[in-house]
């Protein structure tokens, strides 16, 4: 990710998130993911930060997700699915 001084809460930063396990989503290549852990921890020298992972894949859409539509400034691409109960929390460090 990025020195967690500079992670700010509604960032998006890819990353990523193997190895996973069962139904986490993973991959080979790096996943657009959103910061949810409030900015007071990114400011500690924990080095932690809780992300949400987007997707591009096509399932179902629910209540539980957000969508977000590409654009300069947050340097997506693709317009991906942030799944909101598939929160991770990744290291901000290295």
Same mark, same amino acid.
């Given at each position: 990710?990025?020195?967690?001084?500079?992670?700010?809460?509604?960032?998006?930063?890819?990353?990523?998130?193997?190895?996973?396990?069962?139904?986490?989503?993973?991959?080979?290549?790096?996943? %657009?993911?959103?910061?949810?852990?409030?900015?007071?921890?990114?400011?500690?020298?924990?080095?932690?930060?809780?992300?949400? %992972?987007?997707?591009?894949?096509?399932?179902?859409?629910?209540?539980?997700?957000?969508?977000?539509? %590409?654009?300069?400034?947050?340097?997506?691409?693709?317009? %991906?699915?942030?799944?909101?109960?598939?929160?991770?929390?990744?290291?901000?460090?290295?």
């Amino acid at each position: 990710m990025a020195d967690s001084r500079d992670v700010l809460r509604g960032d998006i930063y890819r990353a990523y998130l193997d190895p996973v396990f069962g139904r986490e989503q993973g991959g080979f290549e790096p996943r %657009p993911c959103v910061v949810l852990s409030i900015n007071d921890i990114h400011r500690k020298s924990w080095g932690l930060a809780t992300v949400v %992972p987007g997707t591009t894949s096509r399932y179902p859409r629910g209540n539980n997700q957000v969508v977000v539509d %590409p654009s300069r400034e947050n340097g997506l691409s693709k317009r %991906p699915r942030f799944c909101v109960i598939r929160s991770e929390r990744l290291t901000t460090q290295g």
